[in-house]
């Protein structure tokens, strides 16, 4: 049995009302391969997605969602567990908890929004399908914490504050 995780129908027509050109999807023994080569399985909310939605798009705000041959990853890295469970800035000093290089464990880079900011998904470890903020001084989840489904229809809805529940110590 096939897992429905989208709304087809209704996102597309939500897209389409708001001047969002989509592209062909992607096939899905493309995905399949890429999976194998990478030894990941991505998030299912991500694969159907591009597979029966848009190959990306440009977003409303102007940012691009990258096509499937676009997204960015460390090949080496990919394969290896995403290690983060919370935010860690390592320009408040935080800089010994983690190896810099670990950000590239287990992600994607899908959208680059400017200004050293990248949106991510996590493809392998515990937060597989969490959508992660990476910039030049440190490494977020949503909050709450969003799968890419989540994160893309808040934002398809008009919303832009994907830290509102953070709270401040």
């Not at 299912?44 to 997204?71: A, H, P, Q, R």
């Not at 290690?83 to 959208?111: A, C, M, R, T, V």
């Not at 990248?118 to 969490?130: A, L, P, Q, R």
């Amino acid at each position: 049995m096939k897992t429905i995780l989208w709304n087809k129908d209704k996102i597309i027509l939500q897209l389409k009302e708001r001047g969002i050109k989509l592209n062909k999807p992607v096939d899905i023994n493309t995905i399949r391969e890429f999976e194998k080569t990478h030894n990941i399985e991505l998030p299912l909310e991500l694969v159907e997605f591009y597979t029966s939605i848009t190959n990306g798009c440009v977003m409303i705000d102007g940012f691009k969602l990258y096509s499937f041959e676009e997204w960015r990853f460390n090949a080496d890295r990919i394969k290896k567990r995403f290690p983060f469970k919370k935010y860690w800035i390592w320009e408040n000093g935080q800089n010994d908890l983690y190896d810099h290089s670990d950000i590239e464990n287990g992600i994607i880079e899908l959208i680059d929004i400017g200004d050293a900011q990248t949106w991510n998904i996590v493809v392998k470890g515990e937060d597989h399908g969490g959508m992660w903020m990476i910039c030049d001084v440190g490494i977020q989840p949503c909050a709450p914490k969003m799968t890419f489904k989540e994160w893309f229809v808040y934002w398809l809805e008009g919303n832009d504050d994907f830290f509102y529940g953070y709270q401040c110590r």
